[in-house]
């Protein structure tokens, strides 16, 4: 009921506007009051494509992308909590070992165990597949397929064969601990840290 623009005088409009008229008397006036285009009718399929994108193009980029999963992975890595203290058994009796006393975990004869900085060996329940997502990969380090160590168990890394490392820890393991070539260079990241 009236001119199109009697709203601009009651309205603070302050969006994009496209223009759509019959008329082409009133297209200077149209620029005054935020206008993308305006398009005569009957409306051209072209034109109205042209205004859209020239709509679009005028709004702000947005944020650069980022990698949510990524995002999301990190923050589970913050706030994942890592085994504390292991349960077990010696007789008849159960008791705890915190995991700070741990110097080493290993497998022998395909029973995994622990072995405390005081020389002590315990038998227990994990993997060591299993317990190298358990640890905390700051503290322990899967250096071979038989054994997971402390870095404060480590006393000596020796350059060996074919770019392997001999690690010499305490307390002795029961047997020679070699890191394969493949290996000695993250090992030598993590113990660096």
Known sequence: DGKSFEIFKKVNIRSRIIFTTAYDEYALKAFKYNSIDYLLKPLKKADLDFALQKYRSSLPSPPAAFDVFKLL???????????????????????????????MAYTKERTSFIKKFSGEEYIIDETLDELEGLLDPARFHRVNRQFIISYKSVEKVFAWFDGKLKLSVNPAAYEDIIISRLKATDFKKWLGK
Do not use: N
Request: proline content about 0%; cysteine-free.
């Open 73 to 103: 992975e990190q923050f589970k890595e913050q706030q994942r909590e890592f085994k504390s203290r292991f349960l077990v058994k010696k007789g008849t009796r159960f008791f705890t070992i915190d995991v700070a006393e741990v110097a």
